[in-house]
């Protein structure tokens, strides 16, 4: 848990407000509908329990439109997607959580993508 925070501490430092994207790499966004994943969402943003509805609400659509525009090859639609649970969860969260909440994005997105340079040999 202390590494995660960390990895998003310095995803906030470094983040900018554009959304990483990439065509072949939506399936993050599939995991925010894991229960586990989206509490810690929630913890993490401090959301209050109308924001908490409201953002499941949000996921689970996603979620579900987004199966059915890769399901059908649809990057446009899958776009659109996107730009649906950002919009939506903009207007959900304050600034300060939005800007939390896309960091956490851009950070899945690029560990998706992305090969890790050095392992952890200490186990």
């Known amino acids: ?4 925070l960390i990895l998003v501490m310095v995803a ?3 983040a900018t407000s554009s959304f ?6 939506y ?4 995991k925010l509908n894991n229960e586990r994943t989206f509490n810690s969402i929630v ?3 401090n959301a209050n329990d109308n924001q908490k509805d409201q953002l499941m609400y949000v996921f689970y659509r996603t979620g579900k439109k987004l199966k059915k525009a ?5 990057f446009i639609a899958a776009e659109k997607v996107v730009k649906y649970n950002l919009d939506n ?10 800007k939390m909440y896309e960091a956490v994005i851009n950070v899945s ?4 993508t992305e090969d890790f340079i050095a392992e952890n040999s200490s186990k």
């Not at 890769?70 to 649809?74: F, K």
């Open 1 to 4: 848990m202390k590494k995660i």
């Open 12 to 14: 906030i430092a470094t």
């Open 20 to 25: 990483a994207k990439s065509p072949v790499k």
């Open 27 to 30: 399936e993050s966004l599939y």
């Open 43 to 45: 913890r993490f943003l």
């Open 70 to 74: 890769l399901g059908n090859e649809d």
């Open 89 to 98: 969860s903009r207007y959900i969260l304050d600034d300060e959580q939005y």
């Open 109 to 112: 997105v690029y560990n998706d």
